[in-house]
């Protein structure tokens, strides 16, 4: 199974400063058809999740552009600049390229 | 709108039987692969099942594997997903999903004696 790594578990920002998130995998996630199959999704308190990034660089739809995807066949990064209240969650990626599909262990964004 | 809405849930005990459902509206159901998808109490979140637009297509993961039954009815709009042999470790919320982006609000399944 691809195994996905992220770092840090949790992290506090004071609001209006930018935030990162990193998730590693243990295979490349590049499909033989140049496509690179790892997302991002939000979870708000007591919420569903929601997603943010897909195919690792492309902002969802309605999602602010204060989001970000980057990163290469196994190492990505979801950056969010200037954090607002309305940001605060567990952060997933997870991979939908081979099956099981698998999720990261998350990330917790709290506010100083 | 996309909405997916969850039904079934409940407490069972050991070695029961469960169903949900997902009802969904707002896209073509018939056109996309939907997921199941769960998350125990306090804990991340785990895909268990998919099933391709048209039903050709079935994988879940190996712990349900064996026990779980995901389907779907294209003509009422509703993904299923048939739970056998409950254990305690199966006690989650579990999500449908269209493909990846559009998640439901989730419906709580607890095994207990």
């Known amino acids: 199974d691809i195994v996905l790594t992220q770092a840090p578990l949790s992290v506090s920002v004071t609001p209006g400063e930018s935030a990162s998130i990193s998730c590693r995998s243990s295979k490349s996630l590049l499909s033989s058809k140049g496509i690179t199959s790892l997302y991002w999704y939000l979870q708000k308190p007591g919420k569903s999740p929601q997603l943010l990034i897909y195919?690792?660089?492309n902002l969802a739809s309605g999602v602010p552009d204060r989001f970000s995807g980057s990163g290469s066949e196994t190492d990505f990064t979801l950056k969010i600049s200037k954090v607002e209240t309305e940001d605060v969650g567990v952060y997933y990626c997870a991979q939908f390229l081979e099956y099981p599909y698998t999720f990261g262990a998350g990330t917790k964004l709290e506010l100083k | 709108e996309v909405q997916l809405v969850e039904s079934g849930g409940g407490l069972v005990k050991p070695g029961s039987s469960l169903k949900l459902s997902c009802v969904a509206s707002?896209?073509?159901?018939?056109?996309?692969?939907m997921h199941w998808i769960r998350q125990a109490p306090k804990k991340g979140l785990e895909w268990i099942a998919l099933i391709y637009y048209d039903s050709s297509n079935k994988y879940y993961a190996d712990s349900v594997k064996g026990r779980f039954t995901i389907s779907r009815d294209n003509s009422k709009n509703t993904l299923y997903l048939e739970m056998n042999s409950l254990r305690s470790e199966d006690t989650a919320m579990y999500y449908c999903a269209k493909v990846t982006d559009y998640w439901g609000q989730g419906v709580m399944v607890t095994v207990s004696s």
């Open positions: 195919r690792m660089s």
């Open positions: 707002g896209f073509t159901f018939s056109s996309y692969g």
